[in-house]
């Protein structure tokens, strides 16, 4: 009987590739999962430029979920000055990136051509301090491949995440 069940889920899985609604919320939030590491990992990279730190370990700091908490720290003035303006700096590249990213808001006229060319020079620049303050042991190539990732990762999990929870719950409920 246990058999026959088994059988049954792996025949529908492979009937219904990709529209299994579980397997896509699950992925969905395994992405932004990732999309929120990656994140925090840029903010503090281009952190470490501004104050002129250290290399940013990833595995000492992968997990520093504090740095999602300093927009409000920095609203309630908590933050020293230099750290205030690293914060500035971390998010603001961000921010950037992610309306870059999402693509709705646009600057028209005249102010146009100075945000495109504005924003790209800050993702350039982003994948730059991931390069320089983005430790990892495997030398050059492995930096390279770990700011490539972590760009990728930000551009796009975030919204493919978003995109499968919001299908999967659509597809629960019906």
């Known amino acids: 009987m246990a058999g026959r069940n088994i059988g049954n889920a792996v025949n529908y899985v492979a009937a219904h590739r990709g529209n299994v609604p579980i397997l896509k919320l699950v992925l969905g939030v395994v992405l932004l999962g990732f999309f929120m590491l990656a994140l925090m990992l840029q903010i503090q990279t281009s952190e470490a430029f501004i104050l002129n730190g250290s290399l940013v370990s990833l595995t000492a700091n992968a997990a520093n979920w504090g740095v999602l908490r300093q927009p409000v720290d920095l609203v309630q003035g908590k933050l020293p000055i230099d750290m205030a303006k690293a914060?500035?700096?971390?998010?603001?590249?961000?921010?950037?990136?992610?309306?870059?990213?999402?693509?709705?808001?646009?600057?028209?006229?005249?102010?146009?051509?100075?945000?495109?060319?504005?924003?790209?020079?800050?993702?350039?620049?982003?994948?730059?301090?991931?390069?320089?303050?983005?430790?990892?042991?495997?030398?050059?190539?492995?930096?390279?491949?770990?700011?490539?990732?972590?760009?990728?990762?930000?551009?796009?999990?975030?919204?493919?995440?978003?995109?499968?929870?919001?299908?999967?719950?659509?597809?629960?409920?019906?």
């Open 87 to 174: 914060v500035m700096w971390g998010w603001g590249i961000e921010l950037v990136y992610l309306v870059c990213v999402i693509g709705e808001v646009t600057v028209h006229g005249r102010l146009g051509g100075w945000f495109k060319s504005g924003a790209f020079i800050l993702v350039v620049f982003d994948f730059w301090t991931d390069f320089q303050y983005g430790s990892m042991a495997s030398g050059t190539w492995g930096q390279v491949a770990f700011a490539g990732i972590t760009s990728f990762i930000v551009a796009f999990f975030g919204i493919l995440g978003l995109n499968m929870i919001w299908s999967a719950i659509t597809e629960i409920s019906h």
